[in-house]
């Protein structure tokens, strides 16, 4: 029921901080264990009947930023292509190679 007059003074409400200093965020993104595409993995794309590869994601570099936004968040598609979608994978600088057309050896 409503009361007739307001009352005197304000009523102090119960206050209490949740944490004493605010929580840190972690120190590290997370490195899946695994940094290597599965090579056999396709995945339909949205809008085409077509299916792709963890490659077709930064095939195209003006569109591979859309790209691993609209698939990166596929938990298979994240989870089949790590070193595509997951930033914490870093190509390993001490990797050599030589090209098959020229004979160069070349690395990451």
């Known amino acids: 029921a409503p009361v007739a007059a307001p009352v005197a003074a304000p009523v102090a409400a119960p206050v209490t901080t949740p944490v004493t200093t605010p929580v840190a965020a972690p120190v590290s993104i997370p490195v899946p264990s695994n940094c290597s595409d599965d090579c056999d993995f396709t995945f339909p794309l949205d ?18 930023n859309a790209r ?20 914490a994978c870093t190509n390993d600088a001490s990797f050599e190679f030589t090209t098959y057309w020229t004979g160069v050896d070349v690395n990451c």
Request: proline share 5%.
């Open 47 to 64: 809008f085409f009947a077509l299916d792709k590869g963890c490659s077709w994601l930064t095939k195209n570099t003006k569109k591979a």
């Open 68 to 87: 691993k936004n609209r698939y990166c968040v596929k938990p298979e598609i994240v989870s089949a292509c790590p070193a595509t979608c997951s930033s």
